[in-house]
């Protein structure tokens, strides 16, 4: 990350209003694009030394229409002149004018459009939603800077060739729309979730990250009840991190955790916000999620978990969206509610629509050991762990099937893999 | 995304000529095809590396009981056309893609514009990822 921390915050924080300026004016989002950044490393390497400037939002879209003025001179491209024009000569008083928070949905809406594959819209959102750098965006997602540049540079062709003007989406694509950018932003924070066992510190934390991208969607949409439930589901899911992982990094499953080391304010506030968005109306799937998730941490010990409720609402979602997955999940919960074989039963029906899923031998593991059938259970967390694309799940899912094999208590092999330093 | 290993052995495919053997223009043809391939997999962003390795004149295998020196040796090795002679590292959307890039790898021409119909590996690499977002219950 560059510069101080609060230059940081700021400059991050600024970065899409400037672009969504320098776009409004120039037309030319690619071109607009690198400018913003070549001007936030320009503040970041002289705020430092020279202060930060009295109108650091009027310096920044200062320096990156001279960036983008440069560019486009030395392209010299006939067909550019118009809105070369256009970035000479800036309506009075637009650059020390309010922060329009409709610039930045817009750029926003723009990075996360449909005819991106999602790698894409995740990897654009990042540099210009989140301000961070090629270099940054590429060690999270443990690739070369150059792979990155390119996936970037790609997205940003398509969507000129998509011509796609700028501006908010019409009513009537409002909900798919933003469906891309609430999707893009879930993937974001799943792929910085899924790595905080790793033990790289220079990695950016993408979680975290997509925790300020929804906060700011949040703030700027209050009243939709979905972008609450997305948010809500991050904080939930985040305050259940510190106990996720042992010491030595190794996963411990949602029954064994210890509860006390879930961070209280973040439920605190994920309760609060989908406690707020369900009594709204409209119903989806990211608040469905997230009230299953203020269910299990509302829960102070696994056995006073409400799995009626649990399991009502994974009915609810699983309609709704018709994931097998949820099916899978749902399962589980009739387990817990109505015993193991009825939930072993519904996971029959899954073979078709998951084949070969590690998850469902996995789900099916975990049910074959609450009926006492060690021999399956074990049979079954050894294929889950033979097809687990996961270095963790794998060593999780071995680990399972050695610690049934030795006919051990699952209490026991707790207590002596977690040891008394977990926290 | 996800990453797969494409790795390809010192197997010839249909073709039992040695590239020594092929002539001039054929070698160029042949590496103009991975070149291009090269370039078009770096432009879409998928590439994250690829190495060729040498072959088993130079390689050594070695092994350790923790006390002893290790024991260094020439071989014994697979067969040479079952020995890995390099590899692709990429980062792609989809199975789908990763099988039509190793396609796309095993056709590489050879003497008279044949395709060699290489056996081309594709191997999933493992990640870090964690259930609990989509399967909380676990």
Known sequence: ???????????????????????????????????????????????????????????????????????????????????????????????TGPPSRDDTLTVLFMCCHPSLTAASAIALTLRAIGGLTTAEIASAFLVPEATMAQRISRAKQRIKASDVPFGMPTRAEWTQRLRSVLHALYLIFNEGYASSAGDDLHRVEL??????????????????????????????????????????????????????????????????????????????????????????????????????????????????????????????????????????????????????HYRLDAVRAHLFEMVGDVEAAVKHYRAAASRTTSVPEQRYLTKRAARLRAGLDAKDVKNSTQGPSTD | MTKYLLTVDYNGGVIETPMTEWAPEEIKAHMDYYGALNQELTDSGELVEQQALTGPELAKVVSSDGGTAPVVTDGPFAEFKEMLAGYQLVDVESEDRAIEIAAKVSRVPGPGGMPLQQPIGVRLVMDDSDFELLTPEL
């Open chain 1, 1 to 95: 990350m560059r510069g101080a921390p609060h230059n940081e915050d700021l400059l991050r924080e600024l970065a899409p209003q400037v672009l969504g300026v320098l776009v409004r004016r120039s037309s030319d989002f690619d071109a607009a694009e690198d400018a913003v950044q070549e001007a936030l490393l320009s503040a970041a390497r002289h705020w430092p030394e020279e202060g930060t400037p009295d109108n650091p939002r009027g310096w920044l879209i200062q320096t990156s229409s001279r960036k983008l003025l440069d560019h486009m001179r030395s392209e010299k491209a006939r067909r550019r002149r118009e809105s070369l024009a256009a970035v000479r000569e800036p309506p009075a008083g637009e650059s």
């Open chain 1, 207 to 356: 979680s975290s990250e997509a925790i300020r991208l929804t906060r700011m969607v949040h703030r700027m949409l209050p009243d939709d009840s979905e972008v609450a439930g997305l948010l809500a589901l991050m904080l939930l899911t985040d305050a259940r991190r510190p106990a996720r992982t042992d010491a030595d990094g190794e996963l411990i499953a949602l029954d064994e955790q210890d509860r006390t080391l879930w961070d209280r304010q973040l439920i605190a506030e994920g309760v609060a916000l989908i406690d707020g968005a369900v009594t709204k109306g409209a119903v989806g799937e990211y608040q469905l999620q997230a009230a299953i998730a203020a269910l299990h941490v509302r829960a102070a010990r696994v056995e006073h978990t409400d799995w009626p409720q649990i399991l009502a609402l994974y009915g609810l979602l699983e309609r709704m969206t018709g994931n097998p997955v949820v099916s899978l999940n749902r399962a589980i919960a009739a387990a817990m509610v109505h015993g193991p074989a009825e939930g072993l039963t519904l996971l029959g029906a899954l073979d078709e629509r998951l084949p070969r």
